[in-house]
């Protein structure tokens, strides 16, 4: 019974984790099941995790507008 007990206290927090890992993951295009997967096998640091790629995707996407922004100015 004690096992049981442990096990739903374990299971509990890792699909919370899994969930808001998939949706960060899904939410800027990446693989919602692979996230999940990855948010369940490792709670809470894979929400970290996501969050850091999301914002490496984001940064490195202004990057790259802001280079076609400057290559579609007219040389002089």
């Known amino acids: 019974m004690l096992l049981l007990d442990l ?5 509990f ?6 969930l808001i890992t998939a ?10 099941w ?9 709670p809470f640091v894979a929400i970290f995790v996501a969050m850091f790629v999301t914002y490496l995707d ?3 996407q202004a990057t ?11 040389s002089a």
Do not use: T
């Open 64 to 74: 790259r507008e802001a280079e076609q922004a400057g290559s579609d100015r007219p």
């Open 13 to 18: 927090p890792c699909l919370i984790s899994a």
């Open 58 to 60: 984001q940064k490195r």
């Open 34 to 42: 692979r996230w999940l997967l990855f948010g369940f096998c490792v």
């Open 7 to 11: 096990a739903a206290w374990m299971l």
């Open 23 to 32: 949706y960060i993951a899904h939410m800027n295009d990446r693989s919602l």
